[in-house]
């Protein structure tokens, strides 16, 4: 395999990365009852951080991230600087995040 398939493969799971990171968010809004599913469906993934992660600055700057770099990986004329294993690295902070968003939401024990 030359360099040349790598580079795509690189480019593909960093896209791969930014395209999880909507569904998640998406998922997240609707289980949350944050807006309708068809209010959700219409925004872009920027408004959905902004608009959902406003105030949680954590959550707001690993998803922009995740979001900034997996651009970077889209686009023909990339940023050189943007890193998979960077994005992977913001990517799982978010995810925990979301993980423990959810078990607050049912605890399975409370006061």
């Known amino acids: 395999m030359c360099f040349h398939q790598n580079q795509n493969f690189t480019d593909l799971a960093a896209t791969g ?21 068809e209010q959700i469906s219409k925004l872009n993934l ?11 600055n954590d959550a707001l700057i690993s998803a ?3 979001r ?4 970077s990986f889209t686009h023909w004329d990339k940023d050189q600087d943007a ?3 960077e994005i992977k690295y913001y990517m799982h902070i978010f ?6 968003k ?3 939401k049912t605890p399975p024990a409370s006061r």
């Open 17 to 37: 990365y930014r395209s999880a990171l909507e569904i998640l968010i998406k998922d997240y809004a609707l289980d949350f009852n944050l807006d309708t599913q």
């Open 68 to 71: 900034i770099m997996g651009n």
């Open 102 to 104: 959810l078990r607050l």
């Open 83 to 85: 890193s998979l294993d």
């Open 46 to 56: 920027n408004n959905v951080i902004s608009k959902y992660f406003k105030n949680e």
């Open 95 to 100: 995810i925990n995040y979301i993980e423990m």
């Open 64 to 66: 922009d991230v995740v």
